[in-house]
T-cell receptor, first 112, second 111 residues
Framework: EADIYQTPRYLVIGTGKKITLECSQT?????MYWYQQDPGMELHLIHY???????EKGDLSSESTVSRIRTEHFPLTLESARPSHTSQYLC???????????FGNGTRLTVT | SQQGEEDPQALSIQEGENATMNCSYK?????LQWYRQNSGRGLVHLIL?????REKHSGRLRVTLDTSKKSSSLLITASRAADTASYFC???????????FGTGTRLKVLA
């Protein structure tokens, strides 16, 4: 369907590890987003970007960081993972203006 | 706090029945969107309604928007087992394009 890809699909790691969740889109969208979602729960916006070199924090405070060096790529990094970071992370993109979001299938992260 | 809240939180109906879910939000918006999420997957866009529109249709979906009450409803007619999913509304606060999602309605359609 939508050309937005997240890797890995599932990740289980130990506490203290550094991880990067990848998100790429081939649609040339300027806007990209990261949402955090616990199972069966609402989505929380943690990061968004309006374009290259533009990133802002979302409404939910997160210890993760993001970068936007290329239009198509919006990786999310956790410098030191903790069990509280266990969640599903969803990446999305959209065109400028009033446009729908296109979501990837998510990365389900488990920190042990 | 989250911009939107859906109700009911969960809804279980028989195949062929209509399903209605509601969304309320707090601030002025440019548009409101509805999404579907199948278990363990990303969200899929269903329909977008602009703030100056009152009703919109797409196939078996009908969305209404009442900006005076800051609420929207999604009606799925003649539901099918394949409609079983969680449904979310999303709004962008006027002047921004930060999309904030509601709490979701979990719909189960029984065959």
């Amino acid at each position: 369907e939508a050309d937005i890809y997240q890797t890995p699909r599932y990740l289980v790691i130990g506490t203290g590890k550094k991880i990067t969740l990848e998100c790429s889109q081939t649609m040339g969208h300027d806007k990209m987003y990261w949402y955090q979602q616990d199972p069966g729960m609402e989505l929380h916006l943690i990061h968004y970007s309006y374009g290259v070199n533009s990133t802002e924090k979302g409404d939910l405070s997160s210890e993760s960081t993001v970068s936007r060096i290329r239009t198509e790529h919006f990786p999310l990094t956790l410098e030191s993972a903790r069990p509280s970071h266990t969640s599903q992370y969803l990446c999305a993109s959209s065109e400028q203006g009033l446009s729908p979001l296109h979501f990837g299938n998510g990365t389900r992260l488990t920190v042990t | 706090s989250q911009q939107g809240e859906e109700d009911p939180q969960a809804l279980s109906i028989q195949e062929g029945e209509n399903a209605t879910m509601n969304c309320s939000y707090k601030t002025s918006i440019n548009n409101l969107q509805w999404y579907r999420q199948n278990s363990g997957r990303g969200l899929v866009h269903l329909i977008l309604i602009r703030s100056n529109e009152r009703e919109k249709h797409s196939g078996r979906l009908r969305v209404t928007l009442d900006t005076s009450k800051k609420s929207s409803s999604l009606l799925i007619t003649a539901s099918r087992a394949a409609d079983t999913a969680s449904y979310f509304c999303a709004t962008d606060r006027s002047g921004t394009y930060k999309y904030i999602f509601g709490t979701g309605t979990r719909l189960k359609v029984l065959a």
